[in-house]
Each structure stands twice: as structure tokens, then as C-alpha cells.
């Protein structure tokens, strides 16, 4: 088994050595890193090329927020779990909609962080629909829904029918087994769709689906149709 390769980005070196002996003494984890900045770590991402960075959103100098749509820019980007001490930060959301693939909360268990690398590096959100829509609620208040909203239903007509069905599952939180139980489809099938979506609209991972699909309206246009 190859060893999930992690590197840690926190100002706070308590919490990077913390971090390290949690989640290091794992069969599949290997620390390969730490930063104390944005900076450090997009320096770092180049020399060790870590999978997921485990990223705190509140640092001096670059902050994660920065960092990480830096990182999600590149060609290779490794995926990104925000850290936060917030349940819903407005932050959170735009790390999420630079690309992270999730958040956890600093005072999660040990047990819960680990699992979230791992869902990470095997393509899956750490996000749960409920999540998103409470991001999304808070966020969205006196910045403009409505244009939002134009330019995210722009963007979703490039779809067809079966792919929009496809994206309004992702954001409902559905694995890839439970959309194709759902759709009549093969799990290949699934996969297929979720790779050809986020080539047409230019996304990096399912949580900007489901962000897009929220911000397009499609989860009210289809709430009657859960499986």
C-alpha cells in the first residue's frame, strides 16, 4: 500500500507537532512536511509533493485562503483540507471555492482528521450537503445571490440532461455508488460524468459541483426527485 504523502501548513508549531504525532503514527500516512505559511508551503509542495496538504486558513504573512487558491492553480495540484476553528466561516467557503476539497475544525477527534485525509486522497469531499447549504446561507447574505445565481445557471446549460442529473447528485452528497443505484447507471458510467463535468465547467474537485449546482439553483429545482 502506498502511503498517503501529507504535508502540514500551521503557524502554530504546537499544532503542527500535534498534528504530526496523530496522524504520523498511521500505516498509511506519511508526514512529508511542515510549513508555518502559505509561502512555506507552496515552497515545500515542490520539493515533496504531498497528495494533501492539511491547510489553516488564519496565518500570518500568506494565509490558507491564498495558499490554496495558489496551489489549486497548478497543473499537479494536491488536494487541500482546510483547518478552521469555525463551523461557518466565510472563509471556509472561498477556500472551498479555490478548490479545497473540504474543512475540518481544529477540535475534531484525531480518529475523524485521519479519515478526512484519507476520503480526500481517494478523490472523495469532506463536506456534507447540510454543510454546504449552511456556508452557503451565510455567505451569500448581501453579496449579490441573484448574480451569483445568473452566472452559475449560465454555466450549468453547458450540461446535458444525464450530466445535470449527475451534478445535482454530487450535491446532495452522493457517493458514486448511490448516484448510479439511483440513475440506472454503472458506477464507471458515474465516474465518467463527473470527470466530463468538470472538464465543461473548468472545476477541480465535487465540492465546486455542488457549490455550482447550489449557486445555480438546481437542488430546489430537483428536492422532489431524493432518492
Known amino acids: 500500500m502506498t502511503a498517503i504523502r501529507l504535508l502540514l501548513v500551521d503557524d502554530d508549531p504546537?499544532?503542527?507537532?500535534?498534528?504530526?504525532?496523530m496522524l504520523g503514527g498511521a500505516d498509511d500516512v506519511e508526514i512529508v512536511?511542515?510549513?508555518?505559511?502559505?509561502?512555506?508551503?507552496?515552497?515545500?509542495?515542490?520539493r515533496t509533493?504531498?497528495?494533501?496538504?492539511?491547510?489553516?486558513?488564519?496565518?500570518?504573512?500568506?494565509?490558507?485562503?491564498?495558499?490554496?487558491?495558489?496551489?489549486?492553480?497548478?497543473?499537479?495540484?494536491?488536494?487541500?483540507?482546510?483547518?478552521?476553528?469555525?463551523?461557518?466561516?466565510?472563509?471556509?467557503?472561498?477556500?472551498?471555492?479555490?478548490?479545497?476539497?473540504?474543512?475540518v475544525l481544529k477540535d475534531t477527534p484525531p480518529a475523524e482528521i485521519l479519515d478526512a485525509v484519507r476520503r480526500v486522497a481517494a478523490g472523495e469531499p469532506v463536506l456534507s450537503p447540510a454543510v454546504t447549504r449552511r456556508l452557503m446561507q451565510r455567505a451569500v447574505a448581501g453579496t449579490g445571490p441573484d448574480a451569483r445565481r445568473t452566472r452559475a445557471r449560465a454555466r450549468v446549460e453547458t450540461l446535458n440532461d444525464r450530466e445535470r442529473e449527475v451534478a445535482v447528485a454530487v450535491g446532495r452528497g452522493m457517493a458514486n455508488a448511490?448516484?448510479?443505484?439511483?440513475l440506472f447507471m454503472s458506477v464507471a458510467t458515474v465516474k465518467a460524468h463527473?470527470?466530463?463535468?468538470?472538464?465543461?465547467?473548468?472545476?477541480?474537485?465535487?465540492?465546486?459541483?455542488?457549490?455550482?449546482?447550489?449557486?445555480?439553483?438546481?437542488?430546489?429545482?430537483?428536492?422532489?426527485?431524493?432518492?
Not at 204 to 226: C, F, K, M, S, W
Request: a negative charge.
Open 194 to 227: 463527473v470527470s466530463r463535468i468538470l472538464a465543461k465547467l473548468g472545476l477541480g474537485n465535487r465540492v465546486q459541483i455542488a457549490l455550482l449546482a447550489y449557486d445555480a439553483g438546481l437542488l430546489d429545482e430537483y428536492q422532489d426527485d431524493t432518492p
Open 49 to 103: 509533493r504531498p497528495d494533501v496538504v492539511l491547510m489553516d486558513i488564519r496565518m500570518p504573512g500568506v494565509d490558507g485562503l491564498t495558499a490554496t487558491e495558489r496551489l489549486r492553480g497548478r497543473a499537479d495540484a494536491p488536494q487541500v483540507v482546510v483547518l478552521t476553528t469555525f463551523h461557518a466561516d466565510e472563509q471556509v467557503l472561498r477556500a472551498l471555492r479555490a478548490g479545497a476539497a473540504g474543512f
Open 178 to 182: 448511490d448516484i448510479a443505484a439511483h
Open 33 to 46: 512536511g511542515e510549513a508555518a505559511d502559505g509561502d512555506e508551503a507552496g515552497a515545500l509542495v515542490d
Open 14 to 21: 504546537l499544532v503542527r507537532a500535534g498534528l504530526a504525532l
